[in-house]
């Protein structure tokens, strides 16, 4: 059984930065790849960051050149660090992790909130 778990998240003010992390643990097939979404009240789930076993990255555009999506592979993590945050980014958010085939598993979630 696969199981991710997450941290980071918490309260900020507009221009902060918070560092989220989710390590997955069981069974992880060597060509993976790592995610974060995120789902504001209201709002559909929506990708914005993810990286690749191999080390490609993409990126939302509301995110790019502000978030930067990092992954250890020797330890099953993935990093999102989040700089220049406003008041938008406000949302749980999720570690995914497609591990192959059809196997997606999820996160529990982590609350970010930004302060105006």
């Known amino acids: 059984q696969v199981q991710l778990v997450e941290s980071g998240g918490g309260l900020v003010q507009a221009g902060g930065s918070l560092r989220l992390s989710c390590t997955a643990s069981?069974?992880?097939?060597?060509?993976?790849?790592m995610a974060w979404y995120r789902q504001a009240p209201g709002k559909q789930r929506e990708l914005v960051a993810a990286?690749?076993?191999?080390?490609?990255?993409n990126y939302a555009d509301s995110v790019k050149g502000r978030f930067t999506v990092s992954r250890d592979n020797a330890k099953n993590t993935v990093y999102l660090q989040m700089n220049s945050l406003i008041p938008e980014d406000t949302a749980v958010y999720y570690c995914?992790?497609?591990?192959?085939?059809?196997?997606?598993?999820w996160g529990q979630g982590t609350q970010v909130t930004v302060s105006s």
């Open positions: 995914n992790l497609w591990n192959g085939g059809l196997q997606y598993y």
């Open positions: 069981g069974i992880i097939f060597r060509v993976n790849t």
């Open positions: 990286r690749t076993s191999g080390g490609s990255a």
